[in-house]
């Protein structure tokens, strides 16, 4: 953790606890008149020294957008956000900050030793170059040209640039995707080192079981808006739901029409429903068709959560 710094955490007003960034009611569109595209919605978000916070939401729910406005990069059109108590563009709060973003615009031609020594330049106080290459997993690949990286690789690097800096916040725009199944491993190591450590880590990600297994808090964001916020359990939770199958011959359209049933699916003989407790659905089901067979009751998975937090409901057959 860099020690040098003089500007202090921000304290917020909730109960004094500190806060590296923040989101406070901030709205972004994006064009004008019937094309505008309200990317971002009244949107609050917090993060604290030592917590892992993975935003979760489908594609264009605005998490890139929220991740933009955290990191300066794109002004708010209304509401306020602060980094390190201060406007996300000032170069005194930026330095604490470290990005990995979607896309990377890094030069092709460079090899990762001389981009990793730029980036650290940049910083008062970076993190030695061999953490750096430790902590990414670019040993032996310092003197490669970033072109020449496969996709997995040039991930890597562009994670090794984020830490550079030594930073007391980190900001991670899907940063395992491309990774394969080891290196995501090594990666979620190393961003619980860096929670542990008392940075804030703040990642967007398309992997659901990414966010059950790393996060502190999710924040489940659809349509530019929180739609649920908490502990993965309490993500769960949030959908007092279960997941029925059975073998049977009810008719999918009946039963997602049944009360408390958020998701109806079927595959041949096999109908599966999502529904908020078991028993009501499980009754329905040998009342219309006395030979179901086969019935399992199973917890959604955070998979399940998020599908039924972020869609109505949807019968597929
Ligand atoms: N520069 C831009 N100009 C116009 N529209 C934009 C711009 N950036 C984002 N949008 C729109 O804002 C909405 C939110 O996009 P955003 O990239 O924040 O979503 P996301 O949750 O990160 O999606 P994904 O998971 O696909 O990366 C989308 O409808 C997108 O098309």
């Known amino acids: 953790m860099t020690t040098t710094q003089q500007t202090p955490v921000h304290p917020t007003a909730a109960h004094g606890i500190p806060v590296l960034a923040e989101l406070l009611g901030v709205s972004k569109q994006f064009g004008k008149g019937p094309a505008t595209v309200h990317a971002v919605r009244g949107l609050d978000l917090q993060v604290r020294p030592g917590e892992l916070l993975a935003l979760l939401g489908p594609n264009g729910a605005g998490k890139s957008t929220a991740i933009g406005m955290v990191t300066g990069l794109t002004a708010p059109t209304s509401g306020s956000a602060r980094l390190f108590g201060r406007d996300p563009r000032d170069v ?5 900050l470290g990005v990995m973003l ?4 890094v030069p092709d031609t460079l090899r990762v030793r001389e981009l990793l020594t730029q980036f650290r330049g940049y910083y008062p106080a970076p ?24 996709g997995g690789q040039q991930r890597r690097v562009l994670f090794g640039i984020a830490l550079a800096g030594d930073p007391d916040l980190l900001v991670f725009d899907e940063p395992t995707t491309g990774l394969d199944v080891e290196a995501r491993r090594g990666l979620w190591s190393t961003l619980r080192g860096l929670a542990r450590s008392g940075r804030g880590v ?5 992997y659901l079981e990414e966010a059950d297994a790393l996060a502190d808090r999710v924040v489940v964001i659809d349509r530019g808006v929180v739609i649920a916020e908490g502990g993965p359990d309490e993500i769960k939770a949030r959908v007092p739901g279960r997941r029925v199958r059975a073998r049977t011959s009810v008719d999918l359209a009946v039963a997602s029409r049944w009360p408390g049933v958020a998701r109806a699916s079927r595959e041949g003989p096999w109908l599966e429903l999502l529904a908020a407790s078991a028993e009501p659905v499980l009754r329905a089901l040998l009342d219309r068709d006395p030979s179901t067979t086969g019935v399992t009751v199973t917890e959604p998975s955070l998979e399940e959560a998020f599908l039924a937090l972020t869609s109505t409901t949807e019968a597929t057959r």
Do not use: I, K, N
């Not at 979607?102 to 615009?105: D, F, V």
């Not at 703040?202 to 398309?206: D, G, I, M, S």
């Open 102 to 105: 979607q896309a990377s615009g």
């Open 127 to 150: 993190l030695p170059m061999a953490q750096v290459v430790t902590a990414a997993g670019l040993d032996g690949l310092e003197g490669r040209m970033f072109g020449e990286l496969s």
């Open 92 to 96: 005194r709060a930026r330095r604490r």
């Open 202 to 206: 703040v990642l967007t990600t398309h």
